[in-house]
């Protein structure tokens, strides 16, 4: 088979307050329309012709009146981070909540930490990660200490300057850390957070890398591989899913990157699966609530969602989908407990709305690329039609 998927999470793009919020703390969240309430409406003529304004009342937004296939998907296990939400979209749901740390790490975990990867830590508590290297920054380069927090994610953060540790020891620094976080405390990401300049002037950088841990069970990443299917991730999906399933990763530390290798393999790549990650309305923008960054990172976004339904081939499929939220209008700065929205453009069929768990994405792309399903991993195959490639390329004015 010739046939291709794209699917592109939009990080963070949430579309309404999943029915358990409240218990994380998110009642009333709703991502994309709170963003666009902010800036006054948002542009994105290209979404929204796909119909992402029949998803959801989102201001600037009209519903279209020829959408693709479109919806919220929800989880069906806990959580609301960045790697149990990519699980989800590839049918591994989390049994339990991955440990959290509000309180910062415990000592044993600490000394454990220390033990191995030789050095010692401050901080340890929850931050913001541009505010930590302000904070502690100048504290680390005068006593070497390593700075490490967390946050309300499953996540295990370690700052360091290059001058002090150059990224490829921070890089093997935090992959000793990832092999002894394990049992109760195998927390789903040790990241690590290099940055760079003076006191008063820090500056992360793009040398970022994500440690996390297995996913708790077999994905359609897993399927698509054992049936040689290529599948191609850019950005974090790799390291997200630790590389299980994922034949060729390509870099997508920022959303330009990202954006251009996406657009690269639409052009070049003769079969197989694109899993995308755009993080920079998540990590630039969604965490600082800078909702004009949101926005304009929406519009980069919109531009590139034009040229790849010009891309597509009539046996091409491309689903524009998120991993969970982060509304501008919480009062506090993580990740929210949401829907995620689905748009699905596809050839030969009618446009219909399909809401279901978000693990149908990677029923889809297994049925699409083999034929086949397993119903042993949760989800469903997107069912009833299509929005046809052909109608995409009316609906999109050429560039």
Request: charged share 20%; aromatic share 6%; proline share 8%.
């Amino acid at each position: 088979m010739t046939a291709r998927v794209a699917v592109v999470v939009l990080d963070a793009c949430g579309v309404g307050a999943l029915p358990d919020a409240a218990d994380y703390g998110d009642a009333g969240s709703d991502t994309l329309p709170h963003v666009a309430l902010a800036v006054g409406g948002l542009n994105l003529p290209n979404l929204g012709r796909l119909g992402l304004g029949n998803i959801t009342k989102i201001l600037g937004v009209p519903a279209a009146s020829a959408p693709a296939v479109h919806g919220r998907l929800h989880p069906l296990g806990p959580g609301k981070d960045s790697t149990t939400g990519h699980w989800e979209l590839m049918g591994a749901v989390t049994p339990a909540p991955l440990p959290t740390y509000p309180g910062g790490f415990p000592p044993d975990v600490v000394a454990r930490i220390e033990q191995v990867s030789g050095h010692t830590f401050c901080c340890n508590r929850p931050y913001s990660g541009t505010a930590v290297i302000d904070d502690f920054g100048e504290h680390h380069l005068q006593t070497g200490e390593l700075i490490l927090y967390t946050s309300a994610d499953s996540v295990l953060q370690i700052a360091a300057h290059d001058e002090i540790l150059p990224e490829p020891e921070l890089h093997a620094v935090c992959e000793a850390i990832r092999g002894v976080m394990v049992g109760e405390h195998a927390v789903g990401r040790v990241i690590a957070r290099p940055f760079t300049g003076r006191p008063g002037a820090f500056e992360r950088t793009t040398g970022r890398r994500d440690f996390s841990v297995d996913p708790p069970s077999r994905t359609y990443l897993d399927e698509l591989h054992d049936d040689r299917v290529p599948v191609h991730s850019v950005g974090k999906v790799h390291d997200l899913f630790a590389g299980h399933g994922i034949d060729v990763a390509h870099k997508g530390k920022t959303n330009e990157q990202a954006l251009g290798a996406t657009t690269d393999l639409l052009r070049t790549l003769e079969r197989g699966l694109i899993f995308t990650n755009l993080v920079e309305t998540d990590q630039l923008y969604g965490h600082r609530k800078d909702v004009e960054g949101f926005h304009a990172a929406l519009r980069e976004i919109d531009e590139a969602v034009g040229e790849w339904v010009r891309l597509l081939r009539p046996e091409d499929l491309l689903i524009l989908t998120a991993d969970h939220g982060v509304d501008p209008d919480t009062d506090h700065s993580d990740h929210t407990r949401e829907y995620v929205p689905l748009l699905a453009v596809y050839a030969d069929g009618d446009a219909h709305r399909h809401d279901g768990p978000m693990a149908d994405v990677g029923a889809t792309v297994l049925q699409w690329l083999t034929g086949r399903e397993v119903p042993e991993i949760p989800g469903a195959p997107i069912t009833g039609g299509g929005f046809s490639a052909a109608d995409a390329l009316s609906a999109i004015p050429p560039a």
